[in-house]
């Protein structure tokens, strides 16, 4: 479904007064946080997932390639993990691959809450995240002088996703030029494919505006948009600086 890239910026990564391992098939390579270590209750949802996106991709190839929504084709047993990547598509304009990686974060995330009161879960830069109380994510933004220099806060007490897509920065596909889009959604899946959507619209600081228009069309919590030496936000999204 992809291929492996290291995950450098985890160097960084750390969670107050829970658990930090990593899980990993093939490549997907996920970092939770815990109460307790939880491997093999992770281990086996990610297996799962990877396999039911393995057998659905192999009777429908356009959803790994298309680049554009698709109708969800009438089946009795599409997996959640199917359905939300296509729905999450669907609302954000874009392929359901787009939505994989927080559909991903967000399947072990919500299992891992029947063992433990406070979990984390990032995959690939994109995060789900339940926690009793804020959290903050340091924003990494390639060649900006804003990278690592903000804070995007994390609300407790509800699942939230908080997904980042870059056309400067990493593997994944984007037609755009931005140094980072940060979604802030309910929804880890859509704030992943909603990441991509944003930031395939933004080619230069000129572009912020246009960016806060896509993501306000689609219905985003909230976003933030580094591009350069320029940033613009709109919706539910708090940021601080980083000392």
């Known amino acids: 479904m992809g291929t492996y890239e ?9 969670a107050e007064n829970l658990i930090g391992y990593q899980v990993q098939i093939k490549e997907s390579d996920l970092l939770i946080f815990t109460e307790r270590r939880l491997q093999s209750e992770a281990t086996e949802v990610l297996k799962k997932a ?14 790994y390639a298309s680049l554009v929504p ?3 084709p009438v089946h009795s047993n599409t997996p959640q993990i199917v359905r939300r990547m296509y729905e999450a598509s669907k609302r954000a304009g874009v392929g ?5 990686a927080g559909a991903i974060a967000e399947e072990v995330g919500r299992s891992l809450l029947k063992y433990s009161k406070e ?11 339940y926690s009793l109380k804020e959290r903050q994510s340091l924003v990494y933004a390639g060649g900006s002088p804003f990278s690592e220099k903000i804070l995007v806060k994390i609300p407790a007490r509800k699942p939230v996703g908080l997904c980042t897509s870059s056309g400067t920065v990493g593997h994944s596909l984007s037609f755009g030029k931005a140094d980072a889009v940060v979604v802030l959604d309910e929804d880890t899946a859509f704030a992943d494919a909603a990441a991509t959507s944003i930031g395939n619209v933004v080619r230069g600081e000129s ?5 806060l228009a896509r993501a306000k069309e689609i219905g985003v919590g909230g976003v933030l948009i580094i591009v350069g030496n320029s940033m613009g ?3 539910d999204i708090e940021i601080d600086t980083a000392v």
């Open 119 to 129: 979990v984390i879960v990032e995959n690939g830069g994109d995060i789900f995240c």
């Open 207 to 211: 572009d912020i505006e246009k960016g």
């Open 6 to 14: 290291p995950r450098v910026y985890r160097l960084d990564c750390k």
């Open 50 to 63: 990877r396999e039911e996106l393995e057998h659905w991709i192999s009777i429908y190839p356009e959803f």
């Open 70 to 72: 698709l109708d969800l």
């Open 96 to 100: 359901p691959m787009a939505a994989v």
């Open 233 to 235: 936000a709109y919706g």
